[in-house]
C-alpha cells in the first residue's frame, strides 16, 4: 500500500508560481512511475506532467515551458514547479504513482490551486 499526501496549493495571481509536493510512503517508490493530473470544475481529470522511474519527463502541451516535473527518491517525494500561472490553470491538483508494470494505483487526495487576481 502507497500513500500519497500533496501540498503547496494554494492562491497565486497571474504570473506567479507554485511548487506542489507529494510525498510517498513505503520503501519502494523509487520504481514506481510518478504523475500529476488537475481537474477543474466541471471538467474530467488530466494529465499534467509524468515522471517514470526511467526515462523522460512528459508534459501535457498546455503546461510544456511552464511547468517542471521532478523527484527526489531519497525523500520519497515528487515536485511540481508551476511558473507563469494562468487562470486556466486553476484545479485540483493529484499525485498519482502507479507500480512498473501499472497494475496498482495510487491517488492523493488533490491539493488546490486557485490563480486569481
Known amino acids: 500500500q502507497v500513500q500519497l499526501v500533496e501540498s503547496g496549493g494554494g492562491l497565486v495571481q497571474p504570473g506567479g508560481s507554485l511548487r506542489l509536493s507529494c510525498a510517498a510512503s513505503g520503501s519502494i517508490f523509487s520504481i514506481y512511475h510518478m504523475g500529476w493530473y488537475r481537474q477543474a470544475p466541471g471538467k474530467q481529470r488530466e494529465l499534467v506532467a509524468i515522471?517514470?522511474?526511467?526515462?523522460?519527463?512528459n508534459y501535457a502541451d498546455s503546461v510544456k515551458g511552464r511547468f517542471t516535473i521532478s523527484r527526489d527518491n531519497a525523500k520519497n517525494t515528487v515536485y511540481l514547479q508551476m511558473n507563469s500561472l494562468k487562470p486556466e490553470d486553476t484545479a485540483t491538483y493529484y499525485c498519482?504513482?502507479?507500480?512498473?508494470?501499472?497494475?496498482?494505483?495510487?491517488w492523493g487526495k488533490g491539493t488546490l490551486v486557485t490563480v486569481s487576481s
Open positions: 515522471v517514470p522511474s526511467a526515462g523522460t519527463t
Open positions: 498519482h504513482g502507479a507500480s512498473p508494470s501499472m497494475s496498482l494505483n495510487y
